[in-house]
C-alpha cells in the first residue's frame, strides 16, 4: 500500500481524525451502516443506466462528487 499523506480536513465529513484506531472503527461502522445491499442495488442501477445513455459516461472525479452531492441533500 502507498504512504499516502492525508489532511485533517478528509476526514471531516465523517467527523474523524487520522491515526487513530477509535476512529477506523467508527469509519468502518459508516460505511457498514451505508453500503448496504440495497444501497449497492441502486448504485448498479444508476452506473448501468450512465452507460446506456449515448456516448462515454463522465467518470471523472468531479462528476463523482457532483453526484454524491446531490445524494447527500436528498438525506
Known sequence: ???I???SDEYA???LQ???ERDEKKLANILSEKE???NLDKLAKNISNDWKKAGKPDLSFAAFEKKLNKAKKQD
Open 36 to 38: 448496504t445491499a440495497e
Open 18 to 20: 487520522p491515526a487513530s
Open 13 to 15: 465529513d465523517f467527523g
Open 1 to 3: 500500500m502507498d504512504n
Open 5 to 7: 499523506s492525508v489532511s
